[in-house]
Nanobody, 128 residues
Framework: QVQLVESGGGLVQAGGSLTLSCTTSGRTFRSGAMGWFRQAPGKEREFVAAFSVSDGNTYAADSVKGRFTISRDNAKNTVYLRMNRMKPDDTAVYYC?????????????????????WGRGTQVTVSS
């Protein structure tokens, strides 16, 4: 059984930093993508960042580009999301997701339906 478990959420002041972790178990992903999404109250879940498992290329949404970085530690089966210069608009529940097969085009990697497995999410709150 594949499981994705997020951790590291919490309360941070605007301008601060936070690192989220996503530990996977039950399967080693050798293709596809690993990604982070977020959902703010009253809004739809949106793409944040992803990396291609096969070539390691990373991608980020325009809203977080230059501030957030996705990375992985294969030995620990863990994916990270480092968030710097955080803003109140970053407040959301952050979800880790894994896709077995996905097109790494803008549309493909940001599509919720492309991801087969999801974590339960971790709350991130940025105070002004």
């Amino acid at each position: 059984q594949v499981q994705l478990v997020e951790s590291g959420g919490g309360l941070v002041q605007a301008g601060g930093s936070l690192t989220l972790s996503c530990t996977t178990s039950g399967r080693t992903f050798r293709s596809g993508a690993m990604g982070w999404f977020r959902q703010a109250p009253g809004k739809e879940r949106e793409f944040v960042a992803a990396f291609s498992v096969s070539d390691g290329n990373t991608y980020a949404a325009d809203s977080v580009k230059g501030r957030f970085t996705i990375s992985r530690d294969n030995a620990k089966n863990t994916v990270y999301l480092r968030m710097n210069r955080m803003k109140p608009d970053d407040t959301a529940v952050y979800y880790c997701a894994a896709a077995s097969v996905v097109s790494m085009t803008d549309q493909g990697r940001s599509s919720l339906s492309a991801y087969d497995y999801w974590g339960r999410g971790t709350q991130v709150t940025v105070s002004s």
